[in-house]
Each structure stands twice: as C-alpha cells, then as structure tokens.
C-alpha cells in the first residue's frame, strides 16, 4: 500500500499511472500528516501483519521474511523492529543503531530508551485493532508512535531483532517536529496517560480531556487523579517514582532534541 501524504491531485494521478504493478495500491490519505496517513493504511490493509515504512528510508531486501517469520514463531510478541543503518541524502552509511531487545513501558525508563525506530516495525493487524486501531492524533508529530507502542506492549511483546534491515534516512527536510517545548509536555502526558488507562478506574483516559496543555500535566500529577489508580507492590513503587519526578522527562526530552534547558 503506498499512502499518499498532501500529494498534489496531478501528481498523485501520475504516480497512479506509473505503477503498474498488481500487487501495488496507491492510497490518497484523507487525513493531514505521517499519522493519518499510516492510520489509512491500517485501516485498508487485510493482511495479517502490517510494516511501515517511510517514503524516505529504505527496506533491505531480508527485511519482510525475516520480520514475519519471527512474528509466526512467536505468538506472544505483537510488534517486532530491527537496528537500522543511519544514511544521509546520499544513501551513504553514517551510523548503525543499538537499540536493546526488548522494548518496555515507558514510564520505566528514561524518555527515548528502548523505542522501537517507526519505519523499522512489523505489527499484528489484530493486536492494533485490540488497541484503537492505530496513532492518536492528539500526539500527531509529536509521540504518536511511543504512545501506540505503549498501548501494544498493553497486550503483548514488542522484540527488536538484532539484524540491520532498515536504511533510515537523515537529511535537512525531515518531517520531524521542531517544537521541542511542546514534545516535552506530551512525552510527559503520553507517559502518565499509560498510567492511567492500565491502572486507573477510567475518569483520567485520553479521551477524557479536550485539547491537551501543560496543564494536563499538573491535573495528571495531581493527588485526586492519583487516588483512582488501583495498584500494589513494584508496580505501584515504579509508577508514583514516575509521578513525582520534578520535570525529569521534559528536561530529557529537550536534552535530546539538541536544547538546553532555560
């Protein structure tokens, strides 16, 4: 299925002409962005397992088999990545990932550790209608995917396999959000959301709040939204460690995307 994101109307007819093979479905997305684009995809897709990939990067030929023959051994994992090559405009290799191989919850670790890479995962069609069906758009270009990989990992595993079978583009006209202030605040929600809708009784859900602010923030943190969550033991140690933390995550988060905090 190759998604259409904002093509323009000639073009798009172009590109419809230009593909010629059966097997081979061009898609206009009815939504705005990666994420609704990906959604339509999971929307129309009849097979049993979906892979992204982006139309910048680059799915080595093993890619397909290997992923799907891990999904068919394993039952009990519903979404599987691989480590990537990192290549410039010019498809040269720049750099190879570590990521670890297993991905956990993220209220965890620390903010970005033990992601899986977007264009690398192969996921159970039937695990992601389990879990809404796909990204939400109140993350769109910002954690959409760490906020779906949380939701998966509510019913399943999610493994990283150690092979390289991705070629993961990095050049100056990335789609990559640029407001740092505002993926800091969200990498903080989509984390304390995870919390609630696991442990609480369903009044602090995502669907629960309008539009999302900083303030969401502060409401999830507060000790009347803590009193609906229904947990014990190690869990509840790791989730209120995560709850009192004095802006660990928005600071993380602006560390990694190159800012320093103010």
Sequence with gaps: LLIADRIQPEVLEKLKITVT????????????GAGDARNEGFRVARGKYIAILDSDDVAYSERLKAQADYLDRHEDVVAVGSQLEKINALGEVIGVSNYPKRVKRSFFHKPFDGMIANPSSMIRKNS?????????????????????????LRV???????????????????NTATNADEISWHLEIVQLIDIYE????????????????????????SKKARS???????????????????????????????QSEP
């Design 228 to 258: 609906t969550l229904g947990i014990r033991g190690k869990a509840r140690f790791a989730v209120f460690h995560q709850l009192n933390k004095a802006d660990e995550v928005r600071k993380i988060s602006k560390d990694r995307l190159g």
């Design 128 to 152: 992601l209608e389990k879990v809404g069906g796909g990204y939400r758009r109140q993350f769109s270009k910002t954690v959409e995917d760490l906020d779906l990989w949380n939701r998966l």
């Design 198 to 221: 696991s442990y609480g009784n369903g009044e602090y859900s995502l669907e629960s709040f309008g539009e999302l602010s900083p303030s969401t923030v502060v409401t999830l943190k």
């Design 21 to 32: 093979d059966s097997r081979v479905h061009v898609i206009d997305s009815p939504g705005v």
């Design 156 to 174: 399943g595993k999610i493994v990283i396999l150690p092979e390289v079978l991705i070629g993961y583009r990095s050049h100056e006209l990335q």
